[in-house]
């Protein structure tokens, strides 16, 4: 049985680093496209962004460029979620979710498995 499961979240100060957690059993997370979203309270889910099979990032949220960044344990089948410099409006829930069958999407509906989520405060 596959499960996602995430850690890391807490309260911070604008400013702060982040590092998120997704460790995945029931299957290997090597190879298998990874995507990080969030959902801020009382908005939809929106994707951040992606690490492709071939290990490239892409991103869906254009203020992730250049400060949040994603990386795999394959020793560990974890994937990691690097944040820094937070932002109030980063406060949300994280998510991580993959898709072993199919390719890196924005689309949170095309992925199988999700964690249960983490919750990120930033205050300001």
């Known amino acids: 049985e596959v499960h996602l499961v995430e850690s890391g979240g807490g309260l911070v100060q604008a400013g702060a680093s982040l590092t998120l957690s997704c460790t995945a059993s029931?299957?290997?997370?090597?190879?298998?496209?990874i995507a990080w979203f969030r959902q801020p309270s009382g908005k939809e889910r929106e994707g951040v962004l992606c690490?492709?099979?071939?290990?490239?990032?892409?991103y869906y949220e254009d203020s992730a460029k250049g400060r949040f960044t994603i990386s795999t344990d394959n020793a560990k089948n974890t994937a990691y979620l690097r944040m820094n410099g937070l932002k109030p409006e980063d406060t949300a829930v994280y998510y991580c979710?993959?898709?072993?069958?199919?390719?890196?999407?924005?689309?949170?509906?095309?992925?199988?498995?999700w964690g249960q989520g983490t919750q990120v405060t930033v205050s300001s």
């Open positions: 979710a993959v898709q072993p069958d199919g390719p890196c999407t924005a689309g949170a509906r095309r992925y199988n498995y």
């Open positions: 029931g299957f290997t997370l090597d190879d298998t496209p």
């Open positions: 690490y492709t099979r071939s290990r490239l990032t892409i």
